[in-house]
């Protein structure tokens, strides 16, 4: 997918546009609204995130004059300010969301699949693995005209493997993507995840292999 | 929040008793001016009447042929006999001589032809006006002095007296029963103006600091400056107040973001389990200073609006709903499922972003402690006098003995090991309900799991 950051503070910028590239995301980055407004002339985004207090203005001016246009990219705002303050400002304005800094970017992720999905998902987003078609916006693995809706954490951990099929993942990793940090589980609670992935797909091409001592990879035959 | 005024005395009240007592006086010297005017004028006429009555007797004196003559006429106590029935006598003496009459009438000292005396004194047990005049007469080549004394009894004149005093009574009592009305109200108008200055100021919502622009009497003008000075200067420090909130929140959560995001990527990155387990601790942390900072402004801001409330009409249930989708995405990373239940609005008085909040907060806690897979219940119902918003979650639910010491500051359950919060959640959401005049009890849920949190709020009537 495509996304736009609107954000003046460059190492935040950075770490974000760090992080939605590992996610294999597009992201082009506009410190201020002027280039954010370039931006959005030349380039046709899935999603814009926008920072609230900016060198050359509000985000959220920027926001209403985006709204009055016919474009009609989502727009989630990031903002810093206490919600108290700002929260009906922003969503009454035309944003399709926020969050507050800082967030756990997989709370970022969840946010942005709602609103895309709200808006209607582009075809782009299912992905074939052997006879297995995934909708990793819907949330819907589609097998032989049977749809099955996947839970909130099965279809995070679908993505991972769907994302690099054959590659390798450590319960380690796979335990970060799926539990806050402050939830205290063991590597060994991914079993139950990686069980039930294994019934959805169970007489399908696509299978996930336990890699003994390493982790687990989907495997499509 | 407003202390106790100091109230001694009152404006209306000291204007209309100095004027209740001014009028009060004003009506006594006129009664007893009315009054002393009418003895006077009673007196008079009395002696005019005796007076000529007396020269009437002595115009009859003559001297005939060496021999005093005297000739009583019936006019001359006739005219007395007008006035009233009073009784009426006389005397006559001729230089001391008594000659007729009342031989024991009071002579009242020694009359000169020029003018006569007059004197009230008592004779026969009763008041009498007497009035004892002279003429000088020549006999027989000598002068003789001829006195006589008319007097009246003063029944007549005392009735008379009597009835204009009543009469001045009624005058007196009118003209205070006037000037009492009018005095209230002159004093009614005159507070007029600082009444109506009150009740504009008070009539004012609580966002409401511009200056008093209506005209206002000078006596009135200092007073309302320095009301206009002190708005101007509570609005400066209210708006500083805000803008440091907001500017605060903004200088602390961008670093900790950028901290937050680049730890994560991080973690992505390194394989070392040690490496690992360190980045993870550093995110808890970054996590549990964001959330207590974040806290700490949402509870600055809520105190800061509890103190100024701005009321409108709510539906609670659409509140619900709304927040419920908001945290939607949140509950979802741990597949918790979120059920509404707001069969139909309920409409109360309140601040919106408070009740936000606080439900916010429930919610955020009811995430947190819920297990994975767990539900959680938010129904909003009315009764006849209050709204009730109820939040159910499916955790480990309230530590009994622990649950009234959850509202108070930084004060945190017993059985919330490695749960990241900063023990303020749920003095905000105490905090907001008391500033709506509602009702928190918190409870375990009695037919199974998870702690079970009420708002009970007064619905308008």
């Known amino acids: ?221 | 929040m407003t202390a106790a005024i100091n109230k001694r005395g009152s404006i209306l009240r000291q204007l209309i008793a100095l004027l209740l007592a001014g009028a009060a006086v004003l009506a006594v010297i006129l009664f007893f001016v009315v009054q002393g005017f009418a003895r006077q004028l009673a007196e008079e006429s009395q002696d005019n009447i005796l007076n000529a009555s007396v020269t009437a007797i002595l115009d009859t004196a003559a001297v005939q042929q060496g021999e005093l003559t005297l000739d009583l006429p019936y006019s001359a106590f006739s005219m007395l006999g007008n006035l009233s029935d009073d009784r009426v006598f006389y005397a006559v003496y001729s230089d001391r001589t008594f000659l007729t009459g009342y031989s024991d009438l009071p002579q009242i000292g020694t009359p000169s032809p020029e003018r006569p005396l007059f004197e009230t004194v008592t004779y026969q047990g009763e008041d009498i006006r007497i009035i004892n005049a002279a003429r000088r007469l020549v006999s027989e080549g000598r002068l003789v002095t001829l006195t006589a004394s008319v007097a009246q009894t003063r029944n007549g004149q005392i009735a008379t007296l009597n009835r204009i005093s009543q009469n001045a009574a009624a005058l007196g009592l009118g003209f205070f029963l006037l000037t009492a009305l009018m005095a209230y109200l002159a004093a009614r108008s005159a507070i007029g103006p600082l009444q109506r200055l009150a009740a504009s100021v008070s009539r004012r919502g609580p966002q409401d600091l511009r200056p008093v622009a209506a005209p206002v009497p000078a006596e009135m003008v200092p007073l309302v400056g320095a009301l206009n000075n002190f708005m101007d200067r509570l609005t400066i420090s209210l708006a500083r107040s805000e803008d440091f909130i907001a500017e605060a929140a903004h200088r602390i959560r961008t670093p900790l973001a950028t901290v937050r995001t680049h730890a994560e990527n991080t973690l992505h990155r390194v394989e070392r389990d040690e490496n690992r387990a360190s980045l993870r601790e550093m995110i808890r942390a970054i996590d549990d200073s964001s959330r207590a900072a974040g806290q700490l402004l949402d509870h600055a801001m809520v105190t800061f609006r509890t103190d100024h409330l701005e009321e409108e009409e709510i539906d609670l249930s659409a509140l619900a709903q709304d927040m419920v989708h908001r945290l939607g995405p949140l509950a979802e990373l741990r597949d918790i499922s979120m059920i509404c239940n707001t069969p139909a609005p309920v409409v109360i008085h309140g601040d919106p972003i408070l009740l936000q909040n606080a439900l916010r907060n429930l919610l955020d806690n009811a995430i947190k402690y819920s297990p994975a897979e767990g539900d959680i219940e938010v129904s909003v119902t009315a009764s006849e006098t209050q709204a009730i918003l109820t939040v159910r979650d499916s955790g480990a639910g309230f530590p009994v003995g622990d649950i009234t010491e959850l509202t108070k500051r930084f004060a945190r359950g017993s059985n919330v090991d490695g749960i990241v919060g900063s023990g303020l959640g749920l003095t905000i959401v105490d905090e907001v309900t008391r500033a709506h005049n509602g009702a928190l009890s918190i409870t375990n849920n009695p037919k199974g799991t998870g702690g079970c949190v009420t708002l009970a709020l007064p619905s308008p009537s």
């Open chain 1, 1 to 221: 997918m495509r996304f736009l950051l609107v954000e003046d503070n460059e190492q935040l910028a950075r770490a974000i546009l760090d992080r939605l590239s590992i996610e294999g995301h597009v992201v082009d980055h506009a410190p201020c609204l002027e280039d954010a407004t370039a931006f959005i002339d030349t380039t046709d985004y899935d999603l814009i995130l926008l920072d609230i207090m900016l060198p050359d203005g509000d985000g959220r001016t920027f926001l209403e004059q985006h709204r009055r246009t016919a474009d009609a990219t989502p727009v989630i705002v990031l903002t810093a300010r206490s919600e108290v303050s700002d929260r009906v400002g922003v969503l009454d304005l035309g944003a399709d969301d926020y969050i507050t800094k800082p967030f756990d970017f997989s709370e970022l992720q969840a946010r942005c699949r709602a609103v895309l999905r709200r808006r209607g998902g582009a075809a782009r987003n299912q992905v074939a693995l052997g006879d297995v078609l995934f909708d990793s916006l819907a949330g819907t693995l589609s097998i032989g005209g049977q749809t099955i809706h996947l839970r909130n954490r099965e279809l995070r951990l679908f993505e991972v493997f769907a994302g690099a099929p054959e590659q390798i993942f450590s319960k380690s990793k796979l335990v970060d993507r799926l539990f806050s940090y402050d939830d205290d589980v063991s590597e060994n609670a991914i079993e139950v995840y990686v069980g039930r992935l294994r019934r959805h797909l169970s007489g399908t091409r696509a299978q996930i292999v336990t890699v003994r001592g390493l982790g687990y990879r989907m495997s499509i035959s």
